[in-house]
């Protein structure tokens, strides 16, 4: 079983979808990622939580440290969302991370 | 601007070839990573390095070699010993700072033939 889950695999949504996409994990941690890969490769810090919520725009995340819960929330979702959105976590005091194997979001108009 | 370059995008060799991926950063970060994704698999740590002229192996570091002469550079050696070699190859960096975030670049899409 892998450290960090990520569920759905895959998500198609229409646009204008409410969109959730969850991480479970099952290591003591210091911090959360969300992570935004486009279909070119590169990749791109959403946020950094290690409790609580933070919203950037149309982007919401939120973590349960008791319930080892992240879930990342895209409202009124958009084409342009379309990208593979990774969980990672960084245990105890290093700096190194364990990803999830991703979710591919397709948001179709 | 502020950020890390990883060249080339695209790159092909021949069984058997040694195979060097370039990262650099001109961030000041201190800490710089190399990670291997392939498909179906979140990204595993191949090496990282925290300083310069020190470097650890991560959970697959078995095929491949690094250098930190430069802070700013962390060089990634495929060698012929690495056994399925095609990937997605992904550098990144960091300040030492558990609290900051780690910075990727594109990324080297590499494949042997």
């Known amino acids: 079983k892998n450290e960090v889950e990520q569920s759905p695999q895959n998500l198609t949504a229409q646009e204008g979808e409410f969109i959730t996409i969850n991480c479970s994990y099952s290591?003591?941690?210091?911090?959360l990622h969300w992570l935004q890969q486009h279909p070119g490769g590169g990749i791109v810090s959403l946020f950094m939580?290690?409790?609580g919520k933070k919203k950037h725009g149309r982007l919401i995340a939120t973590i349960n440290i008791q319930e080892k819960h992240s879930s990342l929330h895209i409202t009124a979702s958009h084409p342009r969302d379309s990208a593979v959105y990774i969980c990672?976590?960084?245990?105890?005091?290093?700096?190194?991370?364990?990803f999830g194997t991703g979710t591919l979001l397709a948001v179709q108009p | 601007d502020g950020g890390i370059t990883q060249s080339p995008k695209y790159l092909f060799r021949k069984e058997g070839q040694n195979v060097t991926l370039s990262c650099e950063q001109n961030?000041?970060?201190?800490?710089m990573y190399w990670y291997r994704q392939d498909p179906g698999q979140g990204l595993r740590l191949i090496y990282y390095?925290?300083?310069?002229?020190?470097?650890q192996k991560g959970d697959i570091a078995e095929g491949y070699s690094v250098s930190r002469e430069k802070k700013e550079s962390f060089p990634l050696t495929v060698t012929s010993a690495q056994k399925n070699p095609t990937a997605f190859y992904l550098c990144?960096?960091?300040?030492?700072?558990?609290?900051?975030?780690?910075?990727f670049g594109p990324g080297t899409r590499l494949t042997v033939l």
């Open positions: 990144a960096s960091s300040t030492m700072r558990g609290s900051d975030t780690q910075y």
């Open positions: 290591v003591g941690i210091s911090a």
């Open positions: 939580l290690s409790s």
């Open positions: 990672a976590v960084k245990g105890g005091a290093t700096n190194k991370l364990i």
């Open positions: 961030l000041n970060h201190d800490a």
């Open positions: 390095s925290q300083i310069v002229n020190d470097f």
